[in-house]
């Protein structure tokens, strides 16, 4: 990592911790050393961005609020397994980016409808040299509307993941169309909300999908009440869906 006068990260001692830190998620999740090297890149390109999208930039927090917390998405076999996956609301990246590395066989899609958080993500991929990334500058509706065959998003992807994007109601109106039928949508969530939960299985009848568990995380040491939700596609999305862009945060089904 290179040295930043101003914040000190490249100082032997945080150097030597992010080392560890990072050493010890290889072995949690059985990476290679290429992996390795490319979150090291992707950190140190992350720290250097002018217009990050984030608040958590610094290496070491970034690996631990967004490297550690992207990979505990490994948890869920059916993620670790998939051949394509769409992070809707990518953001600055996460967790697609690193489900990205840790998963070289798969393609992941970034999609996110601002441009100037793709071009953040574009870069994070060039540094990283993450050839099985790319970001799609779009609206998750939109995009799941568009049959893959004419390079649409429609039942294209085997998973769909989602971190800090919304409630599970739209997370799941989002990700119902992207995904093949038996696909998952895998959702980053803090503590549990019974009403918000209960949104989330409303939506999913209404959908094809289906509610399933809901797996406690702990990404790193200081993690407190982290949650993946799943949904599973059971059938076909119903014809009208997904609505225009904005109603499932409007509107939600119930």
């Known amino acids: 990592m290179s040295v930043s006068r101003e914040t000190g990260r490249g100082a032997p001692g945080n150097a030597r911790r992010l080392r560890k830190t990072l050493d010890a998620l290889v072995a949690r999740y059985r990476l290679g050393q290429a992996a390795a090297g490319q979150i090291e890149r992707i950190l140190e390109a992350l720290a250097a961005e002018p217009d990050p999208h984030t608040?958590?930039?610094?290496?070491?927090?970034?690996?631990?609020?967004?490297?550690?917390?992207?990979?505990?998405?490994?948890?869920?076999?059916?993620?670790?397994?998939?051949?394509?996956?769409?992070?809707?609301?990518?953001?600055?990246?996460?967790?697609?980016?690193?489900?990205?590395?840790?998963?070289?066989?798969?393609q992941v899609d970034l999609i996110e409808s601002a441009g100037r958080k793709t071009a953040v993500m574009d870069r994070l991929i060039q540094a990283g040299q993450v050839s099985n990334a790319r970001s799609i500058t779009t609206r998750a509706e939109q995009f799941g509307r568009v049959p893959a065959a004419v390079g649409g998003g429609r039942e294209a992807y085997d998973a769909v993941t989602a971190r800090a994007v919304g409630p599970l109601a739209m997370l799941v109106e989002y990700a119902a169309p992207l995904l093949r039928e038996g696909g998952v949508l895998v959702a980053w969530k803090g503590a549990r909300d019974a009403?918000?939960?209960?949104?989330?299985?409303?939506?999913?009848?209404?959908?094809?999908?289906?509610?399933?568990?809901?797996?406690?995380?702990?990404?790193?040491e200081s993690s407190e009440n982290r949650h993946l939700h799943l949904f599973r596609k059971a059938s076909p999305t119903p014809e009208g869906f997904p609505r225009r862009p904005g109603m499932a945060r409007k509107r939600p089904l119930r």
């Open 195 to 220: 009403d918000e939960e209960a949104g989330g299985a409303a939506a999913a009848g209404r959908l094809g999908m289906e509610a399933g568990d809901v797996l406690p995380v702990r990404p790193f």
């Open 55 to 106: 608040t958590v930039n610094e290496p070491q927090a970034a690996l631990e609020v967004h490297v550690a917390d992207a990979l505990s998405g490994l948890e869920v076999s059916e993620l670790a397994g998939a051949r394509r996956i769409a992070d809707i609301g990518a953001g600055a990246g996460f967790p697609g980016l690193v489900l990205a590395v840790a998963l070289p066989q798969a």
